[in-house]
């Protein structure tokens, strides 16, 4: 079993910056891909950024390039999302997800069902 834990959320003003952070137990001895998604109230689960086990390619949403930066440490079983320059349309509630399948490419990391495992989500506001 795997076990996957967002932290991190708030509330910032339009502008600022946040920094998540996704901590995975259990079968971490695997290489596993990782991703986060957000949701916002009334809208679909969408893709915001997923990163490779060697973390040597990562992918990001159209909406977020150049603004959040997805990273990991694999010691640690850790993943981040560095947020700056936050809109409050990037207000919503952001996933973590462990990949334990062999991933290739944007069209499959880009991809909820790609995932196996889900954390329960961290909350970010940002205000205008």
């Known amino acids: 079993q795997v076990q996957v834990v967002e932290s991190g959320g708030g509330l910032v003003q339009a502008g600022g910056s946040l920094r998540l952070s996704c901590v995975v137990s259990?079968?971490?001895?695997?290489?596993?891909?990782m991703g986060w998604f957000r949701q916002a109230p009334g809208k679909e689960r969408e893709f915001v950024a997923s990163i490779t086990w060697s973390a040597s390619t990562p992918y990001y949403a159209d909406s977020v390039k150049g603004r959040f930066t997805i990273s990991r440490t694999n010691a640690k079983n850790m993943m981040y999302l560095q947020m700056n320059s936050l809109k409050p349309e990037d207000t919503a509630v952001y996933y973590c997800?462990?990949?334990?399948?062999?991933?290739?490419?944007?069209?499959?990391?880009?991809?909820?069902?790609?995932?196996?495992?889900w954390g329960q989500g961290t909350q970010v506001t940002v205000s205008s």
């Open positions: 997800a462990v990949d334990l399948t062999t991933c290739v490419g944007y069209g499959c990391y880009s991809r909820q069902a790609a995932y196996d495992y």
């Open positions: 259990g079968r971490t001895s695997e290489r596993y891909g």
